[in-house]
C-alpha cells in the first residue's frame, strides 16, 4: 500500500487514538451527530444494509441502491467475556446534498458501511465511508473540487476509498482493549 500523509485522530475523548489519512475528516465537523440513537432490532445478516437505508433516509437522499453486502462474519479479536462482536457490510449509491443545501444541489456519492455489532452489550458501532462519484454544479463542494465526475481517488494520489474503510474495519476488528468492561457485582 502507498504512503499517505496521515495524522493522528482522538476517538472516544482521547481515551485511544488512530491514524486516519489527513484527507479524511470529521463528519461531526460538517454535521451534528446524535450521542445516541432509537433502539431497534435488526438482525446480523441485515444489519448494515439496515442501518445504510437508515442513513440515507437521515439524509433525505434520494436514488439509493445497494450495491454489495457481505454476510455475517466474526471479529474474534474484538470480545466480551467469551462472545466475539460479529460485523456485517453494505455499499451502496445514494443521492445527497452538502450541509442545508436543498435537493437540487444533490451529489450522487458512494457509502460504504460497516457495522460491529458488540452482542453482549447490545451495542452496534458504524464505520461509514463516503466517495463523491459526481459533484452537482449547484453544490458547496463544486467550488472546491470541480463539478461533474468525481476523479477516482488511485488517479488523484491519494488511497481509494474502498481501501480506507477496509483499514477502518480492520482497526475495530483488532481493538478489543478498547472495549474492557469491568466486571460489576
Known amino acids: 500500500m502507498p504512503e499517505y500523509a496521515c495524522t493522528d485522530y482522538p476517538l472516544f475523548g482521547g481515551a485511544i487514538s488512530t491514524t486516519f ?28 444494509t439496515w442501518f445504510l437505508q437508515d442513513l440515507a433516509n437521515e439524509q433525505d437522499a434520494e436514488g439509493t ?3 454489495e453486502q457481505s454476510a455475517v462474519f466474526e471479529a474474534p479479536g ?5 462472545m466475539p462482536a460479529v460485523i456485517t ?4 449509491q445514494m443521492a445527497v446534498s452538502k450541509g442545508r443545501q436543498g ?22 458501532i458504524l464505520i461509514t465511508a463516503y466517495e463523491p462519484l459526481v459533484i452537482n454544479p449547484l453544490s458547496e463542494s463544486a467550488s472546491t473540487v470541480g463539478a461533474g465526475v468525481a476523479v477516482p481517488a488511485a488517479l488523484s494520489g491519494v488511497m481509494p476509498m474502498a481501501e480506507q474503510a477496509q483499514i477502518c474495519i480492520l482497526f475495530a476488528t483488532t481493538a478489543g482493549d478498547l472495549f474492557s468492561f469491568s466486571e460489576r457485582s
Open 21 to 48: 489519512p489527513r484527507r479524511l475528516q470529521d463528519v461531526s465537523n460538517v454535521r451534528q451527530v446524535a450521542d445516541h440513537q432509537q433502539t431497534v432490532d435488526v438482525a446480523d445478516s441485515g444489519s448494515a
Open 89 to 92: 457490510t453494505a455499499a451502496g
Open 103 to 124: 435537493r437540487e444541489a444533490h451529489n450522487l456519492i458512494k457509502v460504504y458501511l460497516a457495522n460491529v455489532r458488540l452482542k453482549e452489550v447490545r451495542t452496534d
Open 78 to 82: 474484538l470480545r466480551y467475556r467469551n
Open 65 to 67: 441502491t445497494i450495491i
